[in-house]
């Protein structure tokens, strides 16, 4: 048998920077990604599986131990590992029908971060960003120039962007241009 040499996965942000005084720009590393489908029913079996509460509202989301949970639709969520936990295992422990499917080769994400975020995220996205629109803690697909993201807000001045590997030089070129503005 041959040997088989397993590639490490790089980041596709791998040396990217920018950012300005009032916006910090950082991409983030690695992390496990899976896009859940499943009915009402089973929320509860796959919460306890998961060690994370799957949220049941629009613009909900749920972290737990470096694991997040975010809602995109009403049997829809997007949960991310950072610790590189093993998503995909703990969704079939549920014992319960569900749709998985691990799309962490296909995300990446970027942090804006500083009291310039929302203003730069607003460049290219048309949500109101304000804190009594979108509080610490809300998700929402959305868009970002001509990409589509899942903005998260981590706390009063940082936002976690969500976004395809593909679009993700896109993403954090148009970020670092507005934070240059904001």
Known sequence: MADVTVAERKSALAGAHGGSPSVRLR????ATRVS???GAEDVAALSKALGVKLPVRPKGSATTKGRMAFWLG???WLLIDDKGGDLMADCA???VVHSATDVSHRNTAIVV???GA??????GCPLNLSLKTFPVGAVARTVLGKI???LCRIDEETFRVECWRSFADYAFGLLAQAAEDA
């Open 27 to 30: 991409p983030v590393e690695a």
């Open 36 to 38: 859940l489908r499943a």
């Open 74 to 76: 009403p049997d829809e």
């Open 93 to 95: 422990a549920s014992g």
């Open 113 to 115: 971060s500083g009291p």
């Open 118 to 123: 929302a203003n730069a995220l607003n460049a």
């Open 148 to 150: 589509e993201i899942v």
